[in-house]
T-cell receptor, first 115, second 114 residues
Framework: GAVVSQHPSWVICKSGTSVKIECRSL??????MFWYRQFPKQSLMLMAT?????????EQGVEKDKFLINHASLTLSTLTVTSAHPEDSSFYIC???????????FGPGTRLTVT | AQSVTQLDSQVPVFEEAPVELRCNYS??????LFWYVQYPNQGLQLLLK??????LVESINGFEAEFNKSQTSFHLRKPSVHISDTAEYFC????????????FGKGTRLHILP
């Protein structure tokens, strides 16, 4: 149980375009989802926290107009990287926490390469 | 702000040998500590956690970690590793019991040598 999927697992896009990453909780309902970014040989850094039906809370230094997060249902959150640039190339990981739960369950990650 | 230091980026160890993965954290009034494991091509999984109580915590697959407040450490140990333990291990800390903000270390890759 408690499986989180991400789609796509790997994406290449051209500079200036937008790309959407999906995060789904497959066998539970998640009121809260988290988005992280991980650069090579660095730790995971929390980008934002989203609660179903409300606006996401972004961490300091994360541009909310560039990284659009939508958490429209209890099983799906999306991260859209708008006007992507090569410096946005990274590994993006989501996690989900179920209703009245404590533990975060992590997805396998999405590798974004911007050329 | 909380921070976590994992001193070793890679640890090679022979199969059936003991291993220790080191983790130090910055001190805080209240701290909750975690070890996550990431197997190849999979998401992070919670391996074990310290919230309160006994300072020695164990996982179901033979790992254990000890919370040492005086040394601000939470090292992960296993007396005898198996090839299936090959993975990346992340130490993490939160000062929030509901786990909203987890600060991760950079990870330690455990290589099991045959």
């Amino acid at each position: 149980g408690a499986v989180v999927s991400q789609h796509p697992s790997w994406v290449i896009c051209k500079s200036g375009t937008s790309v959407k990453i999906e995060c789904r909780s497959l066998d539970f309902q998640a009121t809260t989802m988290f988005w992280y970014r991980q650069f090579p040989k660095q730790s995971l850094m929390l980008m934002a926290t989203s609660n179903e039906g409300s606006k996401a809370t972004y961490e300091q230094g994360v541009e909310k107009d560039k990284f659009l997060i939508n958490h429209a249902s209890l099983t799906l959150s999306t991260l859209t990287v708008t006007s992507a640039h090569p410096e946005d190339s990274s590994f993006y990981i989501c996690s989900a926490r179920e209703v009245r739960g404590y533990e975060q369950y992590f997805g396998p990650g999405t590798r974004l390469t911007v050329t | 702000a909380q921070s976590v230091t994992q001193l070793d980026s890679q640890v090679p160890v022979f199969e059936e040998a003991p291993v220790e993965l080191r983790c130090n954290y910055s001190s805080s009034v209240s701290v909750y500590l975690f070890w996550y494991v990431q197997y190849p091509n999979q998401g992070l999984q919670l391996l074990l956690k310290y919230l309160s109580g006994s300072t020695l915590v164990e996982s179901i697959n033979g790992f254990e970690a000890e919370f040492n407040k005086s040394q601000t450490s939470f090292h992960l140990r296993k007396p005898s590793v198996h090839i299936s333990d090959t993975a990346e291990y992340f130490c993490a800390v939160s000062d929030d019991r509901w786990n909203d903000k987890i600060i991760f270390g950079k990870g330690t890759r455990l290589h099991i040598l045959p």
